[in-house]
């Protein structure tokens, strides 16, 4: 069973208004300049400002588009789904029976714009069918409202919480608009939980008196930039009053407005703020943004833990005007421990940033940071960001082997014959060879020696091979062994043979050799 709308979001909002006096001149028009508020959904290049079907969102600063389709089942139900109680009440079920099609939410969307410092908010929606009045109500929640499996919705309201009310009467040629803001108790609505800013009878976008808000519906037919098919007529053009579109300037309605992160369109079976809930669409609209970005910009070998040390940084934007709460980041090496920055409250605009070390294995090493935070003091995180991996600098560790051996003749008795034995020792240590003067800055592992004499070993066939371990930086260990030559040689009066030490360096450094040559006397000593 589907528990979510279909969700494209086209882009992602960066800003967060701050506080503006209520009532300031100029006024910024929802309908002149920024947004076209025509009664179609198609930009006119003539007319200045975005619409709906404008590339990558225009200058929005943030925009939403929830398709829900014709046959989508998905509605409210239940006696507590109506806009004067809280979310935690509403549910939803995932059957369609009774639904009018004229209340048939095919499309929603929104925009968010900022405009001489105000924050505008435009929203709108096409219906499947246009037999008869509509009543639109459209949510800007400040939580990110989601819905359960359970047929629950996940998200309560927060103060500030804003209600646009639409009602298109005589058919949708008359448009009225009602705006309302989320105050829990104390409203002067049925319930006390809601508290009107804006009454507009007369609300058609061109012709109303009040430039903080407006709204139309289509007159004409007109065509659908996306996916559209109505009850009657072609498919890719709204029938006339099946499009709906609005805007309202928040700014100069609250003063302050909130960080909006949803949005969700209904339609209403009245147009009373306790008027049973039922179509719906709901999905993300982060109208408040943070970004992050974090580097690693030095590393430092341990020789006495093989481990390093890296250092990094990092800065954190408001990407927007307002304030934002409880910045905290987060930052995580890879197979790390994370580590947690609280900085604390962030003004539109204001950067901080944050540095510390971590140990790791890895040559490179790799982390992540992440931030969020709060558009209001006493709310959970709302508003996050994620930066790009950070690559720490590769070391060019210098893994080393110095090896030594001595070698001497010695007789020795072998089932009652005297036979001539050679016995060799020596020390190979983590560390440069005698002429190179610095130790080995790594950890060798897997370390081994053996002895090149040409006597093969009776057991393996093979040269004789003594097992080290491994070899911490700076430390070393003794080898010995013996070996019988066979044939005595009669010239020289000595003999050489060969010792190869081998590893393998920690941090992915690889394989590691060394080599030693020793002259054994031919008469034993």
């Given at each position: ?139 800007f929640f400040q939580n990110n409202v989601t819905l359960n499996a359970n047929g629950s919705f996940d998200g309560i309201h927060v103060a500030g919480d ?364």
């Amino acid at each position: 069973m589907a528990t979510e709308k279909a969700l494209r979001i086209v882009g992602v909002c960066v800003v967060c208004v701050g506080a503006l006096a209520l009532w300031r001149l100029p006024v910024s028009a929802v309908h002149i300049g920024v947004f076209e508020l025509e009664g179609n959904a198609i930009d006119d290049p003539n007319v200045a400002g975005d619409d709906w079907n404008t590339p990558g969102g225009g200058s929005s600063v943030a925009q939403a588009f929830v398709a829900d389709g014709s046959g989508n089942k998905t509605i409210f139900t239940g006696g507590g789904s109506k806009d004067a109680i809280d979310i935690s009440s509403w549910n939803w079920k995932d059957d369609a029976g009774g639904l009018p099609d004229k209340d048939n939410i095919t499309n929603a969307y929104a925009r968010a714009y900022t405009v001489n410092g105000d924050l505008i908010l435009y929203y709108g929606a096409d219906r499947f069918a246009n037999d008869g009045d509509a009543q639109l109500g459209f949510w800007f929640f400040q939580n990110n409202v989601t819905l359960n499996a359970n047929g629950s919705f996940d998200g309560i309201h927060v103060a500030g919480d804003i209600l646009v009310l639409a009602n298109l009467t005589n058919g949708g040629a008359t448009v009225t608009i009602q705006v309302l803001e989320w105050v829990g108790t104390g409203g002067d609505q049925k319930g006390g939980t809601l508290h009107l800013l804006l009454t507009e009878n007369d609300a058609k976008c061109g012709s109303n008196t009040d430039e903080r808000a407006c709204a139309i519906s289509n007159a004409l037919a007109t065509a659908a930039p996306w996916a559209y098919t109505p009850k009657s007529g072609p498919s890719g053009t709204f029938p006339q009053f099946s499009f709906f579109e609005g805007g309202i300037n928040i700014t100069q309605l609250l003063g302050t407005p909130p960080c909006f992160a949803s949005f969700m369109s209904e339609t209403r079976s009245s147009q009373s703020v306790t008027a049973t809930l039922k179509d719906f669409t709901v999905g993300a609209f982060p109208v408040c943004g943070i970004s992050i970005a974090k580097a690693c910009d030095s590393a430092i070998y341990n020789p006495a833990t093989g481990t390093f040390t890296d250092h990094f940084t990092g800065t954190v934007l408001n990407t927007g005007i307002g304030t934002l709460y409880n910045v905290t980041v987060t930052d995580t090496p890879h197979n790390g421990t994370p580590q947690t920055f609280n900085l604390g409250t962030l003004a539109g605009g204001q950067s901080a940033t944050f540095s510390g070390t971590f140990t790791t294995t890895e040559n490179p090493a790799t982390n992540n940071a992440s931030v969020t935070a709060s558009s209001n003091p006493d709310g959970e995180g709302n508003v996050s960001a994620t930066a790009d991996q950070a690559i720490c600098p590769t070391l060019a560790l210098n893994p080393r082997f110095s090896v030594d051996k001595t070698c001497s003749v010695v007789l020795v008795v072998v089932n009652g014959a005297i036979e001539v034995a050679v016995d060799y020792r020596g020390k190979v240590c983590a560390a440069s060879s005698t002429s190179g003067g610095t130790r080995s800055d790594v950890f060798i592992d897997n370390v081994s020696v053996r002895d090149d004499n040409g006597t093969p070993d009776p057991a393996t066939g093979d040269d004789t091979t003594i097992p080290i371990g491994s070899l911490a930086p700076g430390a070393c260990a003794d080898y010995s062994g013996r070996y019988f030559p066979g044939a005595i040689p009669i010239s020289p009066v000595s003999f050489s043979d060969t010792v190869h030490a081998s590893g393998t360096g920690r941090q992915g450094v690889g394989a590691v050799s060394g080599v030693a040559t020793a002259n054994c006397p031919l008469c034993p000593q």
